[in-house]
């Protein structure tokens, strides 16, 4: 798999724990009759950190590799254009 492919992957991979978070919140308030705006903000405290903390990371490692694809790009580039 090439960097834009590893990228686009953890991209994916963050998506996916972002919205497993609000999911798990959901999952955990489902028996609940009535909503409200500070009971779901307590379930997604009951969730934790750990899955934010972990889809920024992959954020930032997807867009790391994205960004490393695209200069190893320009690089060939130039050097193709110097020849």
Do not use: H, V
């Amino acid at each position: 798999m090439n960097k834009r492919g590893t990228g686009i992957s953890f991209i994916a991979i963050a998506a996916l724990l972002f919205s497993t978070k609000y999911i798990a919140a959901a999952i955990f308030g489902s028996n609940i009759t009535s909503w409200d705006e500070e009971l779901f903000k307590s379930m997604l405290s009951y969730i934790g950190r750990p899955l934010s903390t972990m889809s920024f990371l992959a954020l930032l490692i997807g867009i790391s590799y994205i960004g490393w694809a695209e200069f190893e790009e320009i690089i060939l580039k130039k050097k193709a254009n110097s020849l």
